[in-house]
């Protein structure tokens, strides 16, 4: 799409955006459903949806036509999500279309009987700016946290999407965190040489401590194996001290 | 009401393709079905869709069964034959699609994306594909199952295809066929003489559990008491403790299935028990949560992406309910031989101190086999 044209398919403007471009293209000569395809090359489901929302009613665009020449088949879990995509705040349509958020992202949202319950969260994912991949994983845990009846009154705190996320983490997985913490506090209290660095870290299913050091040459390494062989050791009589 | 009964009141409708109609489970169908129900299609039936199946749709895919001829490959090798994982050679023989049982943790739910219940009535193809396969490894020791997409016998009071499977592994004495199931349907086995190189395997769990996300299985003393009636017919029996449920009473549960099994039963009358925890595709959670809400103790689960992309539960708390559980069984009676499956070598070296290749009990199960290409070629 050029952004300094004016598209127009039998008198109807279908990029309103540049209403104001003195250059009109006509469309007519394609099917609706083509002319949408020229005007905008990619769109994303949401974004698909916003366009289609613009149009007016009487023109009878075949909805399923123009999901389809974008690699959307309406199987009935889409048409189902179409659904949906009413009830949701226009700000997160525009930032679902923004960053390109597949079905699947919103696929959580078909869980809900009550979309509303969710929608201060919605407005927040949009206000935020997350990147999708952030926004995708808040959505999915906030609508898990909703149906689990859990409070949102920590995360409404969170300034940053990061922060945000390892709340909802924290309520959604309690026991892992519970039990991550344990095994860190208990990993922290070894005794580690000062030279490293630690840090714990969960990697999918498996949480442990990552630890570091830096090496300059490898004539350092040996110490630096000596160390954690001294480590090793006292680990070993600490725990043979243990009754 | 009968088993037979009970399964032509679950099916609304019943679409049999024209291709299909001279086979003998189209004959039966339309013998034992109320004719309002049948309907002949040509091809696939008119509301056959392909892609995502909504729940909604998922849950009537249940309620429809469509008969047609099988065109690809029957036989496959088991999907926990993964990098990354430790194998244990199962192979699957596909003879449908789709569970009259509705388990909330069923991988079908992201695997299907067919609208109906599917059963191929070319069995006979199946039966040459595998003596084909017969044919060239006859000396391997292959397991072959038939409830990975289908249970192997809830349907069988009505396809009666368990008749034709026995009969021809009876002669094929290296391999093994592993009928897997949660009903308690076994008539049509005991009706003939077992083989003694066919398992018949029960998928259990803790009452409780089965109450809770086994919906429309049989309960766990139905279960147990069938695979009883199994093994005195003669046939081998065998026990999955699979899916694994972490709950609040976990452990106690647990504990007093594996007494349940040892009063029961004894070490030697099975050849294996297999372990296995709750996992699944991520985008499995979406249609499960539709489905069954977060009451679920599966929707509910701390669930977290493995290496292998399932979702699984924290790599330290399935060791710890592995451990538990084998450790019971051990302490019962050492000679129970348990085995872990879709796991991997981390949680099998942590749950059993050992890799499955060097535990004497269970190592001809994970020697690896070459019968990879033949059935490519098939």
Same mark, same amino acid.
């Given at each position: 799409m050029r952004n300094d044209v004016l598209y127009v398919w039998n008198s109807i403007p279908l990029n309103s955006e540049n209403s104001l471009s003195p250059k009109r293209l006509e469309l007519c000569s394609l099917d609706i459903e083509d002319a949408i395809s020229v005007v905008y090359p990619q769109l994303s489901f949401c974004g698909i949806y916003k366009v289609l929302e613009k *149009?007016? #009613?009487?023109?009878?665009?075949s909805s399923s036509r123009v999901y389809e020449n974008y690699?959307? $088949? *309406?199987?009935s879990k889409l048409a189902q999500l179409l659904t949906t995509l009413p009830s949701l705040p226009a700000e997160f349509l525009d930032w679902c279309a923004e960053h390109s958020l597949s079905p699947r992202d919103l696929f959580p949202l078909l869980s809900l009987t009550n979309l509303q319950s969710v929608e201060e969260a919605l407005k927040r994912i949009s206000s935020l700016a997350l990147s999708r991949n952030l926004g995708a994983q808040i959505l999915e845990l906030a609508v898990e946290c909703r149906l689990l009846s859990l409070s949102e009154s920590s995360e409404s705190? $969170?300034?940053?999407g990061d922060e945000w996320l390892q709340q909802l983490k924290a309520k959604r997985y309690p026991q892992t965190a519970f039990s991550d913490s344990e095994k860190q506090k208990k990993m922290l209290e070894l005794p580690w040489p000062k030279d490293f660095q630690l840090r714990w870290q969960r990697q999918g299913d498996r949480s442990g401590l990552e630890v570091k050091f830096f090496v300059s040459? @490898? #004539? @350092?390494l040996p110490k630096f194996t000596q160390l954690l062989q001294q480590t090793i050791q006292k680990i070993e009589v600490d725990s043979n001290d243990t009754p | 009401m009968t088993p037979l009964d009970s399964i032509l009141k679950k099916f609304t409708t019943v679409s049999i393709e024209k291709a299909a109609l001279a086979s003998p489970l189209a004959q039966r169908c339309f013998k034992v079905f109320p004719a309002e129900k049948i309907e002949v299609v040509e091809g696939?039936?008119?509301t056959f869709s392909k892609g995502h199946m909504s729940a909604e749709d998922y849950t009537l895919s249940k309620k429809r069964l469509f008969l047609t001829e099988h065109p690809g490959h029957f036989f496959k090798r088991c999907p926990g034959a993964k990098k990354g994982l430790a194998c244990c050679n199962y192979y699957v023989l596909n003879l449908g699609q789709q569970c009259d049982m509705d388990c909330s943790y069923c991988y079908l739910q992201s695997f299907l994306n067919t609208p109906y219940t599917v059963i191929y009535t070319n069995l006979d193809k199946a039966l040459s594909d595998l003596a084909e396969l017969y044919g060239s490894h006859s000396t391997s020791r292959v397991r072959v199952g038939t409830g990975e997409v289908v249970d192997s016998l809830s349907l069988d009071p009505l396809t009666n295809y368990s008749h034709a499977l026995v009969d021809f592994f009876r002669?094929?004495?290296t391999w093994n066929l592993e009928f897997k199931t949660k009903s308690s349907y076994v008539e049509n086995l005991l009706a003939i003489p077992a083989s003694p190189n066919v398992i018949v395997s029960w998928s259990i769990n803790p009452q409780y559990i089965v109450e809770i996300e086994e919906h429309g299985t049989a309960s766990l003393q139905d279960r147990l008491k069938a695979a009883k009636k199994c093994l005195e017919h003669g046939y081998q029996i065998a026990f999955h403790i699979d899916p694994v449920i972490w709950h609040t009473n976990w452990k106690q549960n647990y504990l007093e299935l594996a007494e349940i099994i040892h009063s029961q039963f004894r070490p030697q009358d099975l050849p294996y028990i297999s372990l296995g925890a709750l996992r699944f595709q991520s985008e499995q959670r979406d249609i499960m949560r539709e489905r069954f809400g977060m009451e679920s103790w599966v929707t509910r689960a701390e669930m977290f992406k493995s290496t292998s992309g399932k979702m699984r539960y924290d790599q330290s708390l399935r060791e710890e309910m592995f451990q538990t559980i084998i450790q019971k069984f051990k302490e019962l009676d050492p000679k129970w031989k348990i085995f872990l499956c879709m796991e991997t070598p981390e949680t099998w070296v942590n749950a059993t101190g050992q890799l499955p290749f060097k535990q004497e009990n269970i190592r001809s199960l994970f020697k690896p086999l070459q019968i990879e290409s033949t059935i490519k070629n098939l």
């Open positions: *149009l007016p #009613k009487s023109i009878g665009v690699g959307y $088949a *309406l199987d705190c $969170a300034s940053t040459h @490898e #004539k @350092e | 696939k039936p008119t002669d094929k004495l």
